[in-house]
């Protein structure tokens, strides 16, 4: 992910087998990385029982907050993809039956969202 795209709030693609890794201390047993995207410091990973979002804080990033998300607290979810003069595409996530969505990503050109869907739709369907 490039600098650039960081800055504006894109998210890019991080190797599932490197977040297995790294965070296998959040893993629970039998659960392994799908997805994983990284938005500057924030990490999003994709798990087969769950979201967890990762949210660095402070200054040196070493304060962290991780949000575990059930699939089945999913109520729905949409995505929108990007054109030729916007080049960004975001994901819109709703929890149980909020009224507006809790989570929105942006996602740099780099991130197929198709299969981003297709991984929130296998679990939350």
Same mark, same amino acid.
């Given at each position: 992910?490039?600098?650039? $795209?960081?800055? +504006?709030? &894109? ?7 490197? +977040?297995?890794? !790294?965070? =296998? ?6 659960? %392994?990385?799908?997805?994983? /995207? ?5 990490? /999003? ?22 949000? =575990?998300?059930?699939? !089945? $607290?999913? %109520?729905? /979810?949409?995505?929108?993809? $990007?054109? *030729? ?6 994901? !819109?996530?709703?929890?149980? =039956?909020?009224?507006?969505? =809790? ?6 050109? $780099?991130? &197929? ?9 296998? *679990?939350?369907?």
């Amino acid at each position: 992910m490039g600098l650039f $795209s960081g800055l +504006l709030g &894109n998210a890019g693609v991080v190797e599932p087998e490197e +977040l297995n890794e !790294k965070y =296998s201390n959040l893993l629970c047993d039998n659960e %392994s990385v799908e997805l994983g /995207f990284k938005l500057i410091r924030d990490l /999003f990973i994709f798990t087969n029982k769950r979201l967890i979002l990762i949210n660095k804080q402070g200054v040196t990033g070493k304060k962290r907050e991780y949000l =575990s998300i059930g699939y !089945k $607290s999913i %109520s729905r /979810f949409s995505i929108e993809t $990007s054109g *030729h003069f916007d080049l960004d595409a975001e994901l !819109k996530i709703w929890i149980s =039956s909020e009224d507006e969505p =809790s989570i929105v990503k942006k996602f740099n050109s $780099s991130v &197929n969202i198709y299969d981003l869907q297709k991984v929130l739709a296998q *679990h939350v369907l």
